[in-house]
């Protein structure tokens, strides 16, 4: 749940994100996509930058549905590379 405390639910939520990532890459087959909701916040830039390293594509994702004054994002990475995983 979140707090209502921006920074601190971006940290917790990009934490939670990372750990997700590296789950999947230790057991998406080539091909595979990855999708997580995170808060804009700043601290999204390593994150991002391994996704680009692991998947031919990564976009970020802002739904029709969201409210314009939402800060939440999701990343949508996409042909998982295969190989090592944790690149």
């Known amino acids: ?10 940290i917790r939520t990009m934490y939670l994100c990372e750990v997700a990532a590296d789950f999947a890459l230790s057991v998406l087959k080539p091909g595979g996509h990855f999708l997580a909701k995170t808060f804009q916040g700043g601290a999204e830039n390593e994150l991002l930058a391994r996704l680009k390293q692991n998947f031919r594509s990564v976009h970020h994702v802002k739904p ?13 990475a996409k042909d998982f590379k295969g190989g090592s995983g944790a690149g």
């Open 1 to 10: 749940p979140t707090t209502g405390h921006r920074r601190t639910d971006h």
């Open 64 to 76: 029709p549905a969201s409210r314009d004054e939402s800060v939440e994002l999701y990343l949508l």
